[in-house]
């Protein structure tokens, strides 16, 4: 049987508009962006209470263990075999997923309660923790209320990178002996990857990890060229291989490593220097570094360059509207200020990144440490290309909005000594008594 269709006109005043299409689908991409932050926030609550059920778990082994016969070596590993085989989970997954449980109910009651609440996520709460483990106890408290302080700003990344520099501040050992210590841990080992392929990792000084990076980044731009296919990551990877597999040969990478001097930035507090001061140096996009290293870094250093603000070093922080091209000295103060791209969540280092007019030129921005931010190229190209739009704010934030209407809100991180925490909550979670 055949069946005839007829398609009747639509009238033109029904059609929606362009302009009304497109406002209808940002719509909705705004809505399926917000269900998803709210499922975020309810992973987080279920993921608190699966901490507060390990960490009961791992209170009743050891009590467990203190009955006769028992052993506490013997108990902790049956737990974690237990959680191992329920979950299906390898046993080393496993033991870390109660190791952070029963740290996060003991140590870090304020990182768990904005876990409960959903205010953060699980990866978060697990950067808190890797960093705080390897602190004092007696210092922890102070620790993640600093570490947490605008989390809700911070990627899981973001927060690691941050928690790191704040752990290294407020380590009660000091830097340089940590250092010595930490350095003997140096090494180079392979990880087997799919597809004929390897990951080579190498554990260095950061400083010297930094001079690497650096050098290998320097290859990757030098070799470009109008015909190369290659990517730029591609690029550092295939120069990383011709230095130290030949070396000795005429290759182009080899010829231009000779010419090629790291760049790495220090700043070292001058009383420091003076030795009346135990400040720490900092590296930058890295953090705090032993004073040894820095102050041989200075003492090496072919030039210093005075980043303090203030009328006495006549730094220029703003060349009006009297030259569109940034100076180096202001243009080293934003790469230095920012650390890292200013898009939300992106932490390409802004020494790799453009140095953007928040305000464009074009429209009367003038170039001036208030109106500039490093924004990575995939960024850069983003805020003029598509309708996310960003505004400059007292003290360097930005405020970025994206096409569907979401705010976000992006500042330069910290610089110097950790503020003083505010007063810590008291452990709520676990009772002392045992569960029988």
């Not at 295939?238 to 070396?247: A, I």
Request: hydrophobic letters at 40%.
């Amino acid at each position: 049987m055949n069946a005839s269709v007829i398609f009747e006109p639509v009238s033109t005043d029904a059609t929606p508009s362009v302009v009304e299409t497109r406002e209808s689908l940002l719509r909705g991409i705004g809505a399926d962006a917000d269900a998803v932050a709210v499922i975020q926030r309810e992973q987080a609550v279920l993921d608190a209470r699966a901490v507060l059920h390990l960490a009961a778990a791992a209170r009743k082994s050891t009590w467990l263990a203190k009955l006769p016969d028992g052993s506490l070596e013997h108990a902790r590993r049956s737990l974690v075999a237990e959680v191992a085989t329920t979950l299906g989970l390898p046993e080393s997954t496993a033991a870390q997923r109660i190791d952070d449980a029963e740290m996060l109910c003991e140590s870090l009651p304020v990182t768990l309660d904005a876990l409960t609440r959903g205010d953060l996520t699980y990866r978060h709460a697990q950067a808190v923790v890797r960093q705080a483990r390897s602190l004092p106890e007696s210092a922890r408290g102070e620790f993640e209320v600093v570490a947490l302080a605008n989390v809700h700003r911070q990627t899981p990344t973001q927060l690691s990178t941050h928690a790191r520099v704040v752990r290294e501040r407020m380590h009660p050992e000091s830097i340089d002996v940590r250092h010595r210590e930490a350095r003997e841990e140096r090494a180079v080992w392979l990880e087997k990857e799919r597809d004929g392929m390897a990951t080579l990792v190498c554990h260095l000084p950061a400083v010297a990890a930094t001079a690497i990076d650096d050098t290998l980044d320097q290859l990757g731009r030098a070799l470009r060229a109008p015909d190369e296919t290659r990517t730029h990551a591609q690029l550092r990877a295939d120069s990383l291989v011709e230095l130290l597999l030949h070396r000795d040969g005429d290759s182009d990478v080899v010829t231009r490593a000779r010419g090629i001097t790291a760049n790495i930035a220090v700043t070292v507090p001058v009383l420091t220097l003076l030795g009346r001061s135990a400040e720490p140096a900092e590296l930058h996009g890295y953090g705090p570094i032993d004073l040894d290293t820095a102050r041989e870094l200075t003492a090496a250093a072919p030039s210093l360059l005075r980043i303090l603000i203030d009328p006495i070093t006549s730094q220029r922080l703003s060349v009006g509207r009297d030259r569109y091209k940034v100076p180096a000295d202001l243009r080293a103060a934003v790469i230095l200020d920012d650390e890292t791209c200013r898009f939300p969540g992106c932490t390409r280092n802004a020494d790799r990144c453009d140095l953007d007019h928040v305000l464009d030129w074009a429209k009367g921005g003038d170039s001036s440490l208030a109106n500039l931010a490093a924004l990575c190229r995939r960024h850069h190209t983003l805020k003029h290309q598509t309708d996310w739009t960003v505004t400059a704010a007292p003290n360097r934030a930005l405020h970025w909005t994206s096409p569907s209407g979401a705010r976000h809100i992006t500042d330069p991180p910290p610089h110097g000594p950790a503020p003083s925490p505010p007063a810590r909550p008291a452990l709520q979670h676990l009772a002392d008594d045992p569960p029988f």
